[in-house]
């Protein structure tokens, strides 16, 4: 098992920016994707970004809406996930939570059923 705490929400005016953080402990070794959703509410939980490592190699996906405006990224050394969120707009209002999967991060998607530790989240809200 890994456990995951998230860290950096807030609020934050539109076009503004923000960085979450997602530190993992426990057996990280047999976790190979780690990733972020979002919930806002009223809403089903959404695939954000997912990062995979092989030694220094870094492969990563991001969901349409995201691209360009949002970047993931690990530090192995730190076991800590990162997501940078840029250009911040009020639709980006939602609890975000770090997730991590025995499968590898690809480019089909998102599926949160595929991912088997959560943490419990981290509010941002995006309002002026």
């Known amino acids: 098992q890994v456990q995951l705490v998230e860290s950096g929400g807030g609020l934050v005016q539109p076009g503004g920016s923000l960085r979450l953080s997602c530190a993992a402990s426990?057996?990280?070794?047999?976790?190979?994707?780690w990733a972020w959703f979002r919930q806002a509410p009223g809403k089903e939980r959404e695939g954000v970004s997912c990062?995979?490592?092989?030694?220094?190699?870094?492969?990563?996906y991001y969901e349409d809406s995201m691209k360009g405006r949002f970047t993931i990224s690990r530090d192995n050394d730190k076991n800590t996930v990162y997501l940078e969120m840029n250009s911040l707009k009020p639709e980006d209002t939602a609890v975000y939570f770090c997730a991590a999967s025995t499968y590898y991060c690809s480019n089909y998607g998102l599926q949160p059923i595929t991912y088997s530790s959560w943490g419990q989240g981290t509010q941002v809200t995006v309002s002026s």
């Open positions: 426990g057996d990280t070794l047999d976790y190979h994707a």
């Open positions: 990062i995979s490592s092989s030694g220094y190699t870094h492969y990563t």
